[in-house]
T-cell receptor, first 110, second 115 residues
Framework: QQQVKQSPQSLIVQKGGISIINCAYE??????FPWYQQFPGKGPALLIA?????SEKKEGRFTISFNKSAKQFSLHIMDSQPGDSATYFC?????????FGQGTELSVKP | GAVVSQHPSWVICKSGTSVKIECRSL??????MFWYRQFPKQSLMLMAT?????????EQGVEKDKFLINHASLTLSTLTVTSAHPEDSSFYIC???????????FGPGTRLTVL
């Protein structure tokens, strides 16, 4: 019940395309859902986050879609750029602790 | 956002020795700090949570006598890997949370290699 399942494991997108990463959870006690971007050898950096009372949040090229009834949320990266190539992690918060998804390695081809 | 630093950024040590990793919140007071471990191509796994001035709470399966955590001030937490072995080689990442922020801010990580 503490798991957050993330897919796909890896993703290749052409420059200018849309990257979509999906996550699913079971525990309805999760109350905050952030997405992190991690470059090799670096710590994760917060990209965007959403609370379960909101169905969508957009910040620049990044959008989170949240489906509370389905217990799923996704990250959309519009107009993907080679500089977006990184590993992306979804996470879910409960009691101040973050449970991370397995990660998605995104490669944006020029 | 807030800034969290780690030192060292990488360390190589011999099997059986101890290694200390520092995590600092540079521009806010971190009432809570977290330590994670990340193996290559894998996700972050929470090792322990520490509140300033209190003993750390370890996640199931994490040996508290092997991974000593100290959070003696609102800007510094340390993780000491005692009697390190090659299987302890990993990327160790800390994060910090404190007023006025609700979210965790992550440090840049420390790469530990045990020979």
């Amino acid at each position: 019940q503490q798991q957050v399942k993330q897919s796909p494991q890896s993703l290749i997108v052409q420059k200018g395309g849309i990257s979509i990463i999906n996550c699913a959870y079971e525990n309805t006690a999760f109350d905050y859902f952030p997405w992190y971007q991690q470059f090799p050898g670096k710590g994760p950096a917060l990209l965007i986050a959403i609370r379960p009372d909101v169905s969508e949040k957009k910040e620049g090229r990044f959008t989170i879609s949240f489906n509370k009834s389905a217990k799923q949320f996704s990250l959309h990266i519009m107009d993907s750029q080679p500089g977006d190539s990184a590993t992306y992690f979804c996470a879910a918060n409960r009691g101040g602790k973050l449970i991370f998804g397995q990660g998605t390695e995104l490669s944006v081809k020029p | 956002g807030a800034v969290v630093s780690q030192h060292p950024s990488w360390v190589i040590c011999k099997s059986g020795t101890s290694v200390k990793i520092e995590c600092r919140s540079l521009d806010f007071q971190a009432t809570t700090m977290f330590w994670y471990r990340q193996f290559p191509k894998q996700s972050l796994m929470l090792m322990a949570t520490s509140n300033e001035g209190s003993k750390a709470t370890y996640e199931q399966g994490v040996e508290k006598d092997k991974f000593l955590i100290n959070h003696a001030s609102l800007t510094l937490s340390t993780l000491t890997v005692t009697s390190a072995h090659p299987e302890d080689s990993s990327f160790y990442i800390c994060s910090a949370r404190g007023s006025p922020y609700n979210e965790q801010f992550f440090g840049p990580g420390t790469r530990l290699t045990v020979l």
